[in-house]
């Protein structure tokens, strides 16, 4: 989704179909309106790859920045309308060919498209008249500054009889929800993700040897999501040994020696939609006695979560009961001492786990949608796709517990779609026990 041009994998009608249901829930009497992701600088005259807005992208497909898609529900000239670049041959020349209004409405089946120039003199026309407006307040300062900027101009106009809106709505609330659950589509276009994902990580894994460097290993990673065009969902994570310990390691540039575990957290992003997949496997090929016994225990923690994977639970289930299992086995192996209740109420067992078990999946990596509503913990119903990620970290200082379990990191991440009846793993393809991994490395 970098470059002007590349299809989606997802119609037109598709899009359009989204926005109506949209509309329908903003009302006759809202407007919509969504700036596409701005271009960022890295240094001086190059900038940072270009990431279309999660949103806009998931109402258009359009690849392109310096653009605002307005949403008029019952407008009688067009609903959909999208503010864009002109064509420039010049500029063209330089970066690439751009759609320009007309292409846009052509590829991307609007109603009506304008030149990005003319925004300031047409959005105050269609505010006018309108009883609300849905917009993310607070994500784009500058933005937001001239949103306002056009609402005054239309209350200036109010002595000669113009209308302007007096509600002002997160557009979260509302499209935020619609993203929660996936599509046919979209479900599509994740399992792509995910496979591509799913070999990258068996890739990095056959390259492990001992003395290998960890950027050598990210490189493989990468080298296979580019292979199928797509790019890293997130910054990848590889950390040896006790590098595996920081949660959000990112200097990738350590030694995996003989007898570390090596962990990686890493997924593809393909056509915007994101996997999420973390191995933790023995640089040699082969687990110790102590690496084993923790990397059993947090697949045991995994599959209790997954049990809870089902439609009418409650999405905070599976975080109890990976915690439950992890803590049972943290006080078998004796680094925990007490009661089970005791520790989990405590929470003593954050000493070795402190995250959470997951979170939602899509076009980001961490996707939109409430967790909890109203205090409670919502409760899972087909089409919600998550992460289900334990993992145990025993510091390479902790001085207070046996020298075998010291600088220890596991992680086990796998993506899950709930269905109509319980489950689809998504990454399920990858090894994912002890003995899975060391057939796979072997
Ligand atoms: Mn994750």
Known sequence: MTTAGIASQ?????YA??????????????????????ELIRSRDTHYPYRQDSDLWYLTGFPEPEAVLVLVPGRKHGETLLFCRERDLEREGWDGPRFGPEGA??????????????LDDILPGLLEGRSRVYYHFG???EFDLKLIGWLNRVRAMVRQGAQPPHEFLELGHLLDEMRLFKDRDELKLMQRAADISVQAHEVAMRAARPGVREYELQAELERVFRMHDAEPAYGSIVGAGANACVLHY????GVARDGDLVLIDAGAEFRGYAADITRTFPVSGRFSAPQRALHDLVGAAQAAALAQARPGVAYEAGHNAAVETLTEGLLKLGLLKGKLEKNIADGSYRRYYRHKTGHWLGLDVHDVGEYRIEGESRLLEPGMVFTIEPGLYVS???TSVDPKWRGIGIRTEDDVLVTKDGYQVLTDKLARSADEIEALMG
């Open 10 to 14: 997802i119609s037109a009608k598709a």
């Open 17 to 38: 179909r989204r926005r109506k249901q949209l509309m329908r829930m903003a009302g006759d009497d809202a407007i919509l309106v969504l700036p596409s992701a701005n």
């Open 105 to 118: 409405v052509e590829a991307f089946g609007l109603d009506d498209a304008y030149p990005i120039a003319d």
């Open 139 to 141: 994500r784009d300062q």
């Open 250 to 253: 990112r200097a990738n540039n």
């Open 396 to 398: 390479a200082d902790d």
